[in-house]
């Protein structure tokens, strides 16, 4: 089967995984690898990726600017749905393997290759994600996956494998914890932190100052959006990925975003992910200060039902499923009137909506007040409109039920 392959194009981080598997599959199919660098937001990394992949023997080299189409076409839907994975995590990980699959697929298809392969390991949920949209865009496509194939078991077995081909990997054996970044977040898990009892180590965060020693004085931030899209921060309009940068930097500073969570995996494991996401975090929060102002009481009830599946079909791969594009179509149609400025402050690793305002608010203070409403309400009617709501619960009393 091997020989049949002759060229394979690899999703190509620079990390640990893929560093050695560029190599592996040199060695195990005698095929061209061509690796595929996907900049969704890790910035200078790409540079040093490219030049390892070529060091290390990939016959090609594509690195792609992805940064727009993921703040604009993945986080920011994603954001709309108040897509939120067990109360927690803003799916920075999971949002973004969609898009590196899909770009990959394009790729195989542009150079001819016979297959693709990635770096994902086989207990994890990447696997899931990247296999399930390769096989939605090209239903027969081979898909090579080192993990499930190999023997090289373990982090210190890959770390043993690099020294002796001269790998050189971000990883030594003191410290093997692996970390993912984007531009919506950056991911942490394995070695020290698959204790869940141990707190994760303090020189680990990269994006978020430690909330304790974040400034004395709080940051106001405004965000504005159109139909549910954030387009600017401060009154300055930026572009997705410009925007979330920004909120990146300025809700890092005040120590905005940590998660610490042990979450449930596709495959069926618990398992522990600790995770930076400041611009997300400012983002959801002053996406939903905006909706509570412009978005009908039914129909926020009815997105907030989906959330929770949507999710679950990102966290799970199903990106590209019919049921995820049923359920967009109707939270992008629940955008449409979201548009207004949310303000946010931050303060020692807080992020607090202290303020809202919209041109087609349903927000009415004459209906609201607690002061004289000049008969904008009835409070009168409340009267008979609880009776009517009490009806079926004094019937089933008064039948002894």
């Not at 990726?49 to 990939?58: D, H, M, S, V």
Request: proline share 4%.
């Amino acid at each position: 089967m091997a020989g049949n392959v002759k060229k394979i194009v690899l999703a190509y981080s620079g990390g640990l995984d893929t560093s050695i598997i560029l190599k592996w599959l040199q060695e195990k199919y005698k095929a061209d690898v061509v690796a595929f660098v996907a900049d969704v937001g890790q910035g200078e990394e790409t540079e040093p990726a490219r030049l390892k992949a070529i060091k290390t023997g990939a016959s090609a080299v594509y690195v792609e600017d992805l940064q727009e189409e993921f703040a604009r076409d993945f986080v920011f839907p994603a954001m709309q749905a108040n897509a939120i994975y067990e109360g927690c995590y803003l799916l920075g990980t999971s949002v973004a393997r969609p898009l590196i699959a899909k770009k990959q697929i394009e790729i195989l298809r542009q150079e001819k290759a016979d297959a693709v392969s990635h770096g994902a390991t086989g207990k994890g949920n990447d696997q899931v994600r990247f296999e399930l949209t390769y096989m939605a865009l090209e239903p027969n496509v081979k898909i090579i996956a080192p993990w499930r194939e190999w023997d090289l078991n373990s982090r210190t077995a890959l770390i043993d494998y690099a020294e002796k081909h001269g790998i050189e990997v971000p990883v030594t054996k003191a410290k093997p914890y692996s970390s993912d970044r984007n531009l919506l977040h950056i991911s942490f898990e394995g070695g020290i932190l698959e204790d869940p009892w141990s707190e994760a180590p303090e020189d680990m965060f990269l994006l978020t100052v430690d909330p304790r020693k974040a400034p004395d004085q709080p940051a106001y931030v405004e965000v504005e959006f159109e139909q549910g899209t954030p387009v600017a921060v401060n009154g300055e309009r930026l572009s997705p990925a410009a925007l979330l940068a920004k909120l990146n930097t300025i809700a890092g500073a005040h120590g905005v975003g940590r998660v610490d969570l042990v979450e449930n995996r596709f495959v069926g494991m618990k398992s522990r992910g600790v995770y930076e996401t400041p611009g997300g975090t400012v983002l959801y929060t002053a996406h939903r200060g905006v909706e509570s102002l412009t978005m009908d009481r039914e129909v926020m009830l009815m997105r907030d039902q989906m959330s929770p599946k949507i999710a679950q079909l990102i966290y799970n791969g199903f990106w590209y499923s019919p049921e995820m594009a049923l359920m967009m179509d109707f939270v992008r149609k629940t955008q449409e009137n979201v548009t207004g400025t949310a303000r946010v402050r931050l303060y020692k690793g807080n992020c607090m909506l202290v303020g809202r305002k919209a041109p087609k608010s349903l927000y009415d203070e004459k209906i609201t007040t607690f002061e004289e409403d000049a008969g904008a309400y009835q409070q009168s009617d409340a009267g008979a409109f609880i009776r009517l709501n009490a009806l079926r619960l004094r019937v089933r009393k008064n039948a002894g039920l």
